[in-house]
């Protein structure tokens, strides 16, 4: 039986193509994402302004990451006690900057001069489908409220892009700003009630106390 | 369904039941003769080997090869003759009898597609003979043609689904999903499994005459990496006779508003030339869970396919191109934004969006396009000589749409072209008592994606060249039947893989892929890499006759199977997963151990088939969640492949018993366990107890009614890992640390549904049958441990179906 399979079976060893054939490459993605949120604080006592900003630390070799997370700059908030701010907040797609490949070793210490593209007007522009959230976290007297002039949607919500903040006593906590995109209602006091996906969460520490 | 291998169609069995019933209760003149003649309403051929069985009497004879038959010691009176043909739907005559008498049958012998005249090239054991090879009847088939392929087998012992939502599902067989499965059409392997977890065959099994589910690597003609099994479908090629027939079947469904149609139509030539068109049309609804909308959970399909074929002994072939092009609606609770959006899912009980009911598909949602070409050419040199060729060119393109902002609204975020050319030579020689097949075959696959999605790519371009050849054998001893085969594939892919610095930095890529780099980008680093892999399978079966009602068949296979680009470079966020998915670039080839025992025995009215088996992976692929990873979006659970050694152990059992003429009990069971081979740890995602049964009762008295109840107990799996997920969520404007439980499996649950089916009645010039049927009946709430969807919704309420089904 077996000498009848050897004869009668062609067995034919594979053909161990090597091809020399390979694809161009292909091009780099620039994804979109917000990555860059601009908080602009005007003290309504002085009409004093500062800002503060909150940008996605972009990873190179200089800022080599090890948990594969990304990271902010640390962005710090200093108000004083018993006093009122508005608070106006612009997001940003800060680009890649370069895309040729000899830029390594480039000097990217944070101090970005590029703005990158303001996603703000597409926000207002889809108003209906956007809300910005402020969430406390250890921050018992801080209280946060869509100022006038804010931009409002159909149903006249504000959408927090404007807000007013008042302080009173001395504290130290985190805000964090969820750009929520398609929530379900604009109605609520925590990040849950409001559902939808977010588009950016930026953390920003807060100091309420005297300037020494 | 029928076990095909070892025992003849049921009512065979069901007919030599009652062979000593008598008339001689009636004080009738009971010596009359009714002799006849079959033939085929289409050529008026006599038709050999049908049987003619009289209801009231339970005689049964077969027609002889003129198509003669003769029944005597019969009453004068009113009988009922019930004439089956294999593979032709049975057919029933009315007779008054008052004296012996002639009649003349004419059998619709349209479905009758497997001409003994036609060699063709598999006949229904050849692709896995010492196995248990399952397949659906047409009957069955047609019934699920509303539903897609995965569901429609997952009616077998062993095979379950992996699905996504109520609209995706890939079939599992023996606890193994998507590349280890193989799906072969026309002989031919459907590319596109390789897509990951949330994708669905693209491919439309009403194009095909027959279904037919191979568990285990039993046959390495087609494959060499299906250790889980393989799903075969094809279409036979029609008679040499001058003939045009087809069928349109209407499904309606009451769950998703949802309706389907098909239609095929088929023209035969005396010279063996054929033509056959068919097309199906698909357009559901949102689904509905008892209590709520599955929101978005519509579906939209097309499909066109056309074969062209000479049916001839010597010279074969066969064109065949389809078209399948589907849109599928991705429930809208699960595009969640981060690991607290799972978190809410999962402590609440209805999803995060219920919308009022729609038909329309929005974002989160797949659109698919499969454009198929395979042409095949037989040639028969001498009668045991076969050589055959086939070519086949596939083009798929899978989109994925998120929801999205602004400009990028209405672009995908996935866009894949995958293009497949094959080529394969094949030659069969037949001895006596031995078969030897052989033959080679070359791939060459491109896989672009399209950059302008602004999303990197999920999965990387590659090219990737296929060759190999494989030898299997058949001998038949006296009451053995014994296969063997070996098969031999290289891999030669060309991938390039954008890394983004912080997941290189991570892992530390430098060191082992740091000499592939051909480009550094800001924070991206592109690597050009080819890989090699070679892989050899091995299979051995043996299949023994203990009597002639009793089989014990026992098969080996030893199947390499290199890493699919997916889970060596898979590299994104899948939204409506809420999963990040890494692959794994250091992955090697994966090879499993496959034992499975088949115990079958038929026993008058009785009959079972116990199949054991047992699996040792060595290198087991497998995709875990490993944690969460913090994005701007917020935090998203980590999948990640790796290799274990995984040992599988299961037994599939299967029941059938009639226990009077007329009422058939069906059972079947499925039990698994899959555990990583060293620390016992459980796989993930492996299909749970699961119990079906089903009562049939056709009464005799209404010859073309029948009746189902079905039942499906599916257990509760406890054997899971544990994955879940810690997260810090606030409340009350303080840190709360929370347990993100993504492992714990639902609750068991338990569906009944039922059938009615009545025909075939005559209706114009064609034959009508028609179907109700009831799926989850009592409309019971549960979720599915395998659909990865199960932390958003529950699964979909009662469903009825209403089928027509015209023949002509």
Redesign the interface.
Known sequence: MLKHIKLQSLFIASLLIITSCTKDDGEPIHEHEVNKVVLHFTNTADSSTFEVEWELEHIDNEHADHDGDEHAHESHIELAPNSEYTVEAKFYDVGEHDESSDDHGHDHDGDHEEEGEDITPEIIEEADVHHVFFEMVGLSNLTIVSASGDNKDANDFGLNLKTTWTTSAEESGEVKVYLIHEPDTKDGDTRAEFGGEDDVIADFEVHVKLED | MYINTFFKPLKTVANSLFLLATCLLYAQDCNLTLAGKIVSLHDNTPLEAAVVQVKETNQNVVSAKDGTFVIDRLCAGKLTLVVSHLNCEDQIEHIDLVSSTSISIVMDHHVELLDEVIINTDQPNDVAPTTQLIQLTEDEKERYSGDGLAKTIAKFSGVSTLSTGSGLAKPIIHGMFGSRIGIVYNQTVLENQQWGQDHAPNIDANAFDNIRVVKGAATLKYTGDNPGGLVILESKAPSAIDDLFGKTILNTSSNNYGLSLLSSLTRSYGNGTYIKAQGTYKNYGDSRAPDYVLSNTALNENNLSLTVGKNDRQNEWKLFMSVFNNEVGILRSS????V??LY?SIILDIP??VAAYSHDVNAPKQSNHHLTTNIQYTRTTAANNKWKFKYSWQKNNRKEFD?R??E?KNIASIDLDLSTHSAQID?Q?T?TN?S?S?G?F?Q?Q?N??N?D?????LI????K?K???Y?T?L?KPDRFTIGVGVR???H?N?V?K?Y????W???NYEQGLGKYV???????R?I?RRMFFNTVSLQGGVLFDVSPSQQIGLNYSMSQRAPDIAELFSDGLHHSLATIEYGNPFLSNESNHKFVLDIAKKRGDFQFNISPYLNLGKNFIIIEPIGA??????AFP?WEFRSVDATFKGVDIDLLYSPTKGILLKNNTSWIEANETTSKEPLISIPPLSLQHSIVVSPSRWESFSFEVNAKKVFRQNQYPNHNIELD???D???VTKTVDISTPPKAYHLVGANLKWGPYDFLSSKVNIYLSVDNMFDYSYRNYLNRLRYYADEQGRNVVLQIKFKY
């Open positions: 595009h969640v934004g981060s607290r959006d809410q995060r969006v929801i902002r602004g990028y030659r020689w001895g031995i030897v052989t080679v070359a060459v491109d672009t994606s950059p999605t602004g999303v990197k790519r990387p371009d590659y090219i060249f060759t190999g050849s030898l054998a001998m031999f594939e290289h030669n060309e390039q954008y983004k610095l912080s997941r930095n991570d892992q051909t480009k550094e980008l800001y924070n991206q592109l050009r990873e913090l994005t701007v979006r917020g980590v969520i606030v409340e404007r303080q840190y």
